[in-house]
Nanobody, 126 residues
């Protein structure tokens, strides 16, 4: 497992933009996938976005497509989640995640990470 350090959460109004960062440390030489989940109060944790370092594939949940963009620095094993046109329903704790088991079915990812960050709160007011 690797250690993940997130930053960039905050409070903002609907329509605004925010960027989250996550850097991996430790045994990163075998880190092959990184990305984000989120968990709103009273709801299950849900997938947001992921990138596989071997190749250029990046995946998004339907709820964030066209608004969120995941950038990566492969050499540094760092990912950034650029969030635009934020909505109140985007309010959640955002967790960086890495590795574990990752597969796709018809282009839809199924991911069970084995490394997690501590989470960063994003609050969007209407």
């Amino acid at each position: 497992q690797v250690q993940l350090a997130e930053s960039g959460g905050g409070l903002l109004q609907a329509g605004g933009s925010l960027r989250l960062s996550c850097a991996a440390s430790g045994r990163t030489d075998t880190t092959y996938v990184m990305g984000w989940f989120r968990q709103a109060s009273g709801k299950d944790r849900e997938f947001v976005s992921a990138t596989v370092f071997l190749g250029s594939n990046t995946y998004y949940a339907d709820s964030v497509k066209g608004r969120f963009t995941l950038f990566r620095d492969t050499a540094k094993r760092t990912v950034y989640l650029q969030m635009s046109n934020l909505k109140p329903e985007d309010t959640a704790v955002y967790y960086c995640a890495a590795d574990g088991t990752f597969a796709t079915t018809a282009g839809v990812p199924e991911w069970s990470p084995d490394s997690w960050g501590q989470g960063t709160q994003v609050t969007v007011s209407s």
